[in-house]
């Protein structure tokens, strides 16, 4: 009887009220900084994009519709590029699909990578043989090479179309993260705790190992959005992927092939390379300050 | 060199706090006690009582956000803790050397066994050669039973027993004069409990060195110990011969920790001592365990009582003994 | 070393070499439209090499072996990647893509090894000393900023760097891997070495300083725990010199989960290298690889995608079979 109780009130510690949890994520952003300063890099940028695109004509992404390599001025705050293109318009209106390249293929390889994870360290046995080598094997071959491949023989591609074929390649790494996980804490006290309670396995898996594992999910989907879009980026510097449609990949591939770094025109990769380096540094601050949430010994030691 | 008539250790007025947000938590609080030459002494308490502590202070090896606040460590003469860094170094393990807590996590993973022991031998310059130290190393482990491949082995190789055997015969490595050993059976079964003690008191024996031995499993102790000091809440309560401790303990603390132990002659309701050791951050005013003691007087409430001789050889902290309270 | 862990890790690589090459026969087969067609299109795109295209194609008919069964045409395939047999270049006809590729493989391999070996290093021992109470301030600070670095991609760095010390103050070259016009002496000729050398510093810092960081940050975390160890505090009990604590107790430990971490990003290490060497016109095969994709060179591109997988693959089972030899605890189980 008395083991009962004890449990029975732990239990009521262990889930508090559904608004004090949420204040208290809410809190915990706003104290750290890490968190807050990468959540307010990413929002700032994707403000600039949606805001300014919703002002600005599309029209003026369109090759011609602007002088050609004309420096910053008040009519064109970043200047235009080597064909006429505005390059303020060219930015808001190719930040957000960059980013969507990111939140498609993040969402995917997360969603995937958890399932497969889940299964394979929960499971153990020749589940989890067959879906660990078959991650190793995917994280070895790199995914570049294969975009490469499989874009070269698909030249017209949208936005959507690359995020997906990254998304074949982004789940590996979150099913290592989320199988390692997972094996630890299938060995914790309360498993064994619920299956006595009569649950079955997958509703512990659901109900007990999952949320374990937010802070490991949330981290492998930020991890997953920055491969994305270091990926496409990277393919359209080579000269695939979707070249026709305003992103930042675009946008550093015209400035690459029309030689702006040695004429001089700052204007033109500059504002990309920010944007870029903004996006990385932002998310990369989150996935840090996620890592230190997860693994608490990390605290405190950054300086 | 050594100086017979001098104590091994003095150790005078140590105060170890650990510093958190909301203040000091004194985890080692005024303590004060002396180490006789080739004695075998015992700090027995609860967890967290400051025992580890205490040791750790006297090696120096408090690490932030713990800090020694105040005290005196005299090691053969010498304070501790006004040394240079480098005289630290070369008094750690040639005069002073530890038997770790833990035996299973203290062996570095991916060093052989007898490379552990060489860097600690070639770093004090002893005058000793490579092939020297080595057939040094050799004869360590025959000494604490152990076969000579071990030495070429690995911790992860060797069972807790071995490993613990391992590191009895690292600490005697530089033939130290004290020899602190911080529970070092109490991750090991019955059985190997029982051999691995007899190794260690034999050892010490054979050096002729002290031994400070630390652990709360007091019915293994008790048989090869000398002396004990009973700690408290981060304080000394009781210093004495193992005999007076045992037959006629002085402080409540004391009487209630040997009733607690469970004897094979009598069946004694033990069962442990009521409440809980109080929390270090804001320990109560006067004696610390008065919140506890079922004697508990006003004064106890509110004077912090000395650790002072109340019988031959047997210290106390406690206001039951003061003469201008009740006597004996 | 144990023969199930050999076997395992020698299994693992023939696994990963399998299914890359399955990967690179099958996407053209499922790409819409047949391969020869897309070969065919591409050439008469180039029009130059047009003269010679009765060839070509019968060369491209013969190796793909399109009138038989898919299955042969498989086991042809892998029979003939077994013996390094790429086939042709369709922009350098009757070039063969091996041709190509062990042209451009020394330039590759120096800068990639030289660099990865050195980011490595240079991480490994940043990222302990960030962690190491004696590193005075000025050097932590340093670290910091390369922690920073981290999440700034290759091509980026790469950029930046030519804008600074290329297009700006003129110290390095911009791009290619020597001085126009230099050709080499009779036998070594140093000078020609250096000129590849001094080439090659842009590219190689790109690429260390957009790798540092990640190593300073898997190696921080991997240190505080080592820290925390109780073999850490009797290393010190024992009094040992700092510098040996440091070395062999805490670095060695913190290090060799980072020897894993190291075959896993290196397939990262190369695409990002990749695009480095394309943006300083480095001629290795990452330039041939954007030439090649150019030009719709597309036995080009498999063949030199394929063969930057098996060197990954190799470069890993290398590191498998070393890791044991540094941690005497792991048999099998890479973590």
Known sequence: MAATTATSTETVEVEPKPQGRISGIIRYWLGNWKLSLGTGMIVVLLGFSVIGSLQTDFKKTRVGSSPFSVPPSAEYPLGTDNVGRDMYALMVHGIHPSLKIGLIAGILGTVIGTVLGLVAGYSGGLVDTVISTFADIVLTIPSLMILVVLASYLRSTTIELTAIIIAVFAWAGPTRLIRSQALSLRERPFVPLAKLSGQGDFEIAIRQILPNLLPYIMAGFVGSVSGAILASVGIQLLGLGPLLTPNLGMVLNSAFTGAALFRGMWWWWGPPAVALIVLFVGLFLISIALDEFANPRLRGEAK | MIDKSQPVLKVEDLQVFYWSKRGPIRAVDGVSFTIKRNERFGFIGESGCGKTTTMMAVLRLIKPPGKIENGRVILDGQDVLKMEKEELRLTRWSKIALVPQGAMNSLNPIMRITDQIEDTIMTHDVGATREQARARILSLLDMVELPERVARMYPHELSGGMKQRACIAMATALEPQLIIADEPTSALDVVVQKAVMQTLIGVQERLGSSLILIGHDMGLTAQVLDRIGVMYAGKLVEVGEVQDIYKRPLHPYTQALIGSLPSLKEKKKGGGIPGLPPFLLNPPAGCVFHPRCQHAMDVCRQKVPVLREHRPNQLAACHLYEESNVPI | ?335
């Open chain 3, 1 to 335: 070393m144990n023969l199930q862990y050999l076997l395992k890790r020698v299994g693992l690589f023939l696994l990963t070499i399998w299914v890359a090459s399955t990967l690179n026969f099958l996407i053209p087969r499922l790409s819409p439209g047949d391969p020869v067609g897309a070969i065919l299109g591409a050439m008469q795109a180039q029009g130059a090499t047009i003269a010679n295209s009765a060839e070509i194609i019968e060369a491209f008919r013969a190796r793909f072996g399109l009138d038989e069964p898919v299955y042969v045409q498989y086991v042809k395939y892998l029979w003939s990647l077994a013996h390094l047999d790429l086939g042709y270049s369709i922009a350098h006809f009757p070039s063969t893509v091996t041709d190509i590729i062990s042209n451009s493989i020394p330039y590759t391999l120096g800068l990639l090894s030289v660099t990865t070996v050195l980011t490595f290093v240079i991480g490994i021992f940043a990222g302990a000393l960030l962690v190491w109470q004696a590193t005075p301030r000025a050097a932590k600070t340093l670290i910091t900023i390369f922690l920073m670095l981290a999440p700034v991609p290759y091509y980026l760095l790469a950029m930046i760097l030519v804008f600074f010390f290329s297009f700006t103050l003129g110290i390095f070259p911009n791009s290619g891997i020597t001085s126009p016009g230099r050709i080499p002496g009779e036998g070594f000729d140093i000078n020609y070495f250096l000129d590849i050398v001094y080439h090659s510093i842009l590219p190689a810092l790109s690429i260390m300083i957009a790798g540092i960081g990640g190593w300073v940050l898997g190696m921080r975390g991997m240190m505080v725990t080592v820290l925390g160890e109780d073999y850490l505090t009797l290393a010190e009990a024992k009094g040992l010199k700092n510098r040996r604590i440091f070395l062999r107790y805490a670095l060695r430990n913190a290090m060799l989960p980072q020897f894993t971490a190291l075959a896993i990003t290196l397939g990262y290490v190369v695409s990002g290298s990749v695009i480095v060497e394309l943006l300083f016109s480095f001629p290795g095969m990452g330039y041939q690889l954007f030439r090649a994709i150019s030009s719709n060179d597309f036995p080009v591109i498999q063949g030199i995608t394929f063969f930057l997988v098996l060197s990954i693959a190799t470069a890993i089972l290398g590191i498998d079979l070393i890791y044991p030899l540094l941690d005497p605890r792991i048999t099998y189980n890479r973590k």
